[in-house]
Every structure is written in structure tokens, then in C-alpha cells.
């Protein structure tokens, strides 16, 4: 597809479970990037890849949250021993270039932990 | 740290009526001031990114322009299809200390237009 396509749509789990989120960014954008949007509150940064590396990290919350990138496409963010504060919608984004192009956003996982 | 605040939360217009969203911001060094629309249950859609102060942006019934310190959304005869809510986020130059990679984003703005 011609967008950023993230799956699944929406998971729900048991607390303590661990949750594998997926991102298919735009084809050719080097650039790629995992947001969180909690109820009530903003869009809040995770994590930034430039190819297949991570130069920012500083978004992740704890050390449960991690993710990785393989041949410069595909991410996922994982998870471990969720917790119900991690409910939320887990939004990815791509771009052409890491610091001038505009971000183009998937629809987001929607993440309810029981 | 990078601030951003959207004013209102909330706005209700009636079909034709024009008005203004804001959004104030807070950053060292400002590289791009981007406005988003998301739909419920959709990711942000990306709308307008403004550079410098003065800068104007337009794009149908939708014109977005850019202060030291704050941008605006003007909205001139709304439709029913523009509710919607309103993203404004900072990108921060780099070497300005911190992150230049990520986007700083408001509260947004919920509007509806009503028919």
C-alpha cells in the first residue's frame, strides 16, 4: 500500500503478557518513528530510527519498552510484562529524511491491557 | 523542554462560520511547525509545515500561519467534513540540545461543524 500500515489494529492482553506491535513504513522513507497517544493526552515520543539504528531513544518509558528495525523497512516495537498503564494507541510514523521531511502517520495500534 | 499549547479544546462552528485555532509554542530553535487532522480512530494526517515567522500555508478552506510564538489555523466557511481534531506539533533544530528528531505535539483542538 501506498501508506504507513501498522497491524494489529487493536490487542488486548492480560497484564504481565508480552505485545508485539508491527510498522510497514512507506516505501523508501529511511526514516521511521514510534509515538504513544494516551487518552486525554498528547502524542508522546518513543523512539527514532535512521535506517536500521536507533540514534534516539529517549521516549522509551522503562525498560520493558523496546524495539528494533530489520533491512531498513519493517519495526516493532515490543513490550514486556505489560502493565495497564500501557493501555494506549501506538502510532507509527515515516519520512524521507530524518530531520527535514514531514512524518506520515499509520493508524495506529490500539493496545488494551486487562 | 519543547511546550505546546492548543487553544481551544474544543470548538463548535456552524456551516460558514470562520474562526481560528491556536496553538503557542515553547522551543529553543524552532526547525518546523507542523499542523495534523486526525479522525477518530485514524493516525494524524499531515496538513501544513511552516518554517519561519511570516510564512503562510494554504490548502483548500485551510490557512495556517506562524509567529515567534505561536501559529494559527484559520478556517474560513467550515463544512461538516472539517471536524475533525487539530494537531500542532515543534520539531527543534539540531544542536540545540535534545532530541531534533522528534516531534513535539499539543493537546490538540476537537472542532465540529455543525451542518
Request: charged share 20%; with cysteine.
Amino acid at each position: 500500500g501506498a501508506g504507513v500500515s501498522q497491524s494489529p489494529s487493536n490487542k488486548v492482553t492480560e497484564k504481565g503478557k508480552d505485545v508485539e506491535l508491527r510498522c510497514d513504513p512507506i516505501s523508501g522513507h529511511t526514516a521511521l518513528y514510534w509515538y504513544r497517544q494516551s487518552l486525554g493526552q498528547g502524542l508522546e515520543f518513543l523512539i527514532y530510527f535512521q535506517g536500521n539504528s536507533a540514534p534516539d531513544k529517549s521516549g522509551l518509558p522503562s525498560d520493558r519498552f523496546s524495539a528494533e528495525r530489520t533491512g531498513g523497512s519493517v519495526s516493532t516495537l515490543t513490550i514486556q510484562r505489560t502493565q495497564q498503564e500501557d493501555s494506549a494507541v501506538y502510532l507509527c510514523a515515516s519520512s524521507q529524511q530524518g530531520s527535514l521531511g514531514s512524518q506520515h502517520f499509520g493508524d495506529g495500534t490500539r493496545l488494551s491491557i486487562l | 523542554e519543547d511546550q505546546v499549547t492548543q487553544s481551544p479544546e474544543a470548538l463548535r462552528l456552524q456551516e460558514g462560520e470562520s474562526s481560528s485555532l491556536n496553538c503557542s509554542y515553547t522551543v529553543s530553535g524552532l526547525r518546523g511547525l507542523f499542523w495534523y487532522r486526525q479522525d477518530p480512530g485514524k493516525g494524524p494526517e499531515f496538513l501544513f509545515t511552516l518554517y519561519s515567522a511570516g510564512e503562510e500555508k494554504e490548502k483548500e478552506r485551510l490557512k495556517a500561519t506562524l509567529t515567534k510564538k505561536e501559529s494559527f489555523l484559520h478556517i474560513t466557511a467550515p463544512k461538516p467534513e472539517d471536524s475533525a481534531t487539530y494537531l500542532c506539533a515543534v520539531r527543534r533544530i539540531p544542536n540545540s540540545g535534545g532530541s531534533n528528531y522528534k516531534l513535539t505535539f499539543g493537546k490538540g483542538t476537537l472542532l465540529t461543524v455543525n451542518p
